[in-house]
């Protein structure tokens, strides 16, 4: 079991975000996480995470529940899944390398040279050239962030990986070739990847399932054929967007 | 050198051809500090590649199969490996998943060119780059100047322009909301100075000359720039702040965009606000600072409240009480003028605000003391003391 969410509740103050959200992801595979504006993709996202609480419900990574876990065994957990924020959320203070140096850092007890091959390693995964290290995070373009940014999630062998609209800023060259190396790192790592998008050519292209939230449940669960052909006004006008321009 | 090359993590056989490397284990992240350990020389002395033979590996991830590249290809631990070695390697008998990862990262290792060594800069360049950043700051802020002139001559001839309302905020958070820190700061200075002339003093029981003292100094001196440092520290730095978060923002660049005029709109109505106010605090100041004054009188000294307000009347330092006024606006003015070009030079990053802001609290504590040197002899040698 990589990840669980079981009946998530989610109120602030009298407005109810989630009522109910459940589902499971039990193998490797790309799951997108798609819905209108204000349906809390990111509230759910940051529940995962431990960055938030819902009101009630349980959610479980890799089979532990995350509520009953101490901060130390929540950090265990932690090294295991990375992270990519919508815009990077790189440390703006560090450079490139130290920002992939950080994860290492705080999990790892490994000497600086085998730290720094590594570094190099991330930079080549994610399609980036060494000359990069040096650079300070506002000397990059969109672009290269969310590269740096995705180097930054993998530095820890994860098994799950978490995208916050990764393609969104990207032009559409950028965002397809971000797409083809997520769905190459999935296959070849043997990846999970979770990610919330409005992005039509991720979904068709790179996802193996597609979870629709509204009204604060789920509407459908599906791969991404079948959730098109859902009948539903939200699901209709969603994936018509683009045949109408 | 066969049985040498063997231990736990992995065995070599070697042939004719060349030989071939059998990794075996769970090569992975966190037993890379153990297969290190044996890894002291390299495995190939010559400069013919090893075959890697995967089939006996339990478990492998891209760090695992950075480290095999990397001895198999004549690597001494973690580097030193060179990339068209790699590149030549051949794989052999890796499990389906294992091959994928081996293959995704010689591919990429392949692919990147080895990164140069960077050099660094020596002494006498960060001399020259750090007197350059000197000389563009000063550049930028006479521009900066210069436009504020310019924004200033043009409200003469469309005085409507200017931002009442927006003046009237700043107003209200540069001068009322700090009375309560000026009053303070200044009443604790006057204990203290007042304290320090009574300790003196006393001496040659010339006691009612502590309220000529402490009078004379608030009013001249330390109301004015003790009020300056703390409005530097409290305002000239949230000007930064606010300006350089909205520029990050984009909100300079849509005020523009909607016909607004950022110097008109923010610059102005803060610089105007700052100079209105530093006087009035600087009066506060004043009073406040002799009031200190005139606790430690009477508890130390055994001056009075109506001694020490009849001397104040009869020996009141109007020279002095004006100059300290007339300081007030012109540090005001550096003050702001500082704090609106450090928000508006802000870059678009988070740290540039927090480095901005420092810059400004220090320049503009560094121009209060400047200026208040230069009033000080210039004052001085035209008599005015």
Same mark, same amino acid.
């Given at each position: 079991m ?8 989610t ?7 989630h009522?109910?959200?459940? #589902? ?8 997108a &996480?798609?819905g ?7 509230v759910? &996202? ?23 876990l101490s ?23 560090l ?22 091959? &590594? ?8 399609? &980036? ?10 000397e990059?373009?969109g672009?290269?962030?969310?590269r /740096?940014?995705?180097?930054r ?24 070739? #971000? ?14 990847? #979770? ?9 068709h292209?790179?996802?193996d399932? /597609? ?11 599906g ?15 969603? #994936?018509?967007?683009r045949?109408?321009? | %050198?066969?049985?040498?090359a063997?231990?736990?993590?992995? @065995?070599?056989?070697?042939s ?5 490397? @059998?990794p ?39 760090a ?26 051949e ?55 210069g436009?504020?002139?310019v ?11 200017f ?9 209200? !958070? ?8 000026v009053?303070?700061?200044? !009443? ?7 304290y320090?002339? +009574? ?6 029981? !010339? ?8 009078v004379?100094a %608030? ?10 440092? *703390?409005?530097?520290g409290?305002?000239?730095? +949230?000007?930064?702040a606010?300006i350089?978060? %909205?520029?990050i923002?984009?909100?300079i660049?849509a %005020? ?7 110097m008109?709109?923010?610059?102005l ?10 006087p009035?605090? *600087? ?6 600072g002799?009031l ?5 009188s009477?508890? @130390? ?14 020996n ?10 007339l300081?007030?606006?012109v540090? !005001?003015?550096f ?7 450090m928000?508006?030079?802000v ?14 609290v ?14 000080a002899?210039?004052?001085?040698n035209?008599?005015y @003391?």
């Amino acid at each position: 079991m990589i990840l669980e969410v079981e009946n998530i509740v989610t109120r602030f103050r009298k407005q109810t975000v989630h009522d109910g959200v459940s #589902f499971v992801v039990e193998k490797p595979s790309v799951i997108a &996480l798609i819905g209108g504006s204000g349906t809390g993709k990111s509230v759910l &996202l940051r529940e995962i995470l431990g960055l938030l609480r819902p009101t009630s419900g349980k959610i479980s990574l890799f089979g532990q529940d995350i509520k009953t876990l101490s901060e130390d065994e929540l950090n265990a957990i932690r090294a295991r899944y990375g992270v990519l924020f919508q815009d990077g959320a790189l440390f703006s203070a560090l450079t490139v390398e130290e920002n992939i140096r950080v994860p290492f850092e705080e999990h790892m007890m490994l000497s600086p040279e085998v730290v720094s091959s &590594l570094i190099e390693l991330r930079l080549a995964l994610a399609g &980036l050239a060494p000359e990069t290290k040096q650079k300070m995070p506002s000397e990059l373009s969109g672009g290269m962030r969310k590269r /740096v940014a995705l180097a930054r999630s993998l530095a820890l062998e994860p098994e799950l990986l978490f995208l916050d609209e990764p393609t969104s800023g990207l032009d559409p060259i950028n965002a397809r070739s #971000f797409d083809h190396l997520i769905r190459t790192l999935c296959d070849s790592l043997g990846l999970t990847v #979770f990610l919330i998008t409005h992005d039509l050519d991720t979904l068709h292209g790179i996802t193996d399932r /597609v979870i629709a939230l509204a009204d604060g449940k789920v509407l459908i669960d599906g791969p991404p054929r079948e959730v098109e052909r859902f009948n539903h006004p939200w699901i209709k006008s969603y #994936f018509s967007s683009r045949a109408a321009t | %050198m066969a049985e040498s090359a063997s231990c736990d993590w992995w @065995y070599i056989k070697r042939s004719p051809a060349g030989g071939t490397l @059998y990794p075996r284990g769970a090569w992975q992240l966190r037993n890379i500090t153990q297969i290190l350990r044996f890894a002291k020389e390299p495995l190939t002395t010559s400069h013919n590649p090893l075959k890697i033979d995967g089939s006996e590996l339990s478990a492998l991830d891209t760090a695992g199969a950075m480290l095999m590249f990397e001895l198999a290809a004549g690597g001494k631990g973690i580097e030193g490996a060179e990339p068209n070695l790699v590149c030549a390697l051949e794989l052999n008998g890796f499990r389906e998943n294992h091959a994928h990862i081996a293959s995704l990262v010689k591919e990429r290792w392949c692919a990147h060119e080895p990164s140069k060594p960077v050099r660094g800069y020596s002494q006498v360049e960060k001399i020259g780059q750090e007197t350059f950043a000197i000389a563009k700051g000063m550049q930028d802020l006479v521009a900066f100047i210069g436009e504020t002139l310019v924004a200033l001559f043009s409200l003469i001839f469309k005085p409507k322009r200017f931002r009442v309302r927006e003046f009237f905020v700043q107003l209200e !958070a540069v001068c009322v909301d700090a009375i309560p820190i000026v009053c303070l700061v200044t !009443a604790l200075i006057g204990v203290v100075i007042a304290y320090l002339f +009574a300790m003196q003093l006393v001496k040659y029981g !010339a006691n009612i000359f502590v309220v000529d003292g402490v009078v004379l100094a %608030m009013a001249r001196e330390l109301s004015p720039i003790i009020v300056a440092i *703390t409005l530097a520290g409290r305002s000239g730095s +949230a000007f930064t702040a606010q300006i350089g978060t %909205m520029k990050i923002n984009q909100e300079i660049d849509a %005020m523009q965009t909607s016909g607004l005029s950022p110097m008109q709109v923010l610059v102005l109505p803060r610089i105007a606000a700052l100079i209105v106010a530093l006087p009035i605090l *600087t009066f506060v100041g004043d009073i406040v600072g002799s009031l200190g004054g005139l606790f430690v009188s009477k508890w @130390y000294v055994g001056i009075g409240a109506s001694a020490f307000f009849d001397r104040v009347q009869a020996n009141f330092p109007y020279k002095s009480f004006y100059l300290g006024l007339l300081k007030a606006p012109v540090f !005001a003015a550096f003050i702001a003028v500082i704090g609106c070009q450090m928000g508006l030079a802000v870059e678009n990053n988070a740290r540039s605000v927090g480095l901005n802001t420092t810059s400004t609290v220090v320049q503009s504590i560094v121009w209060i003391i400047i200026l208040d040197a230069l009033f000080a002899v210039l004052f001085a040698n035209a008599g005015y @003391y």
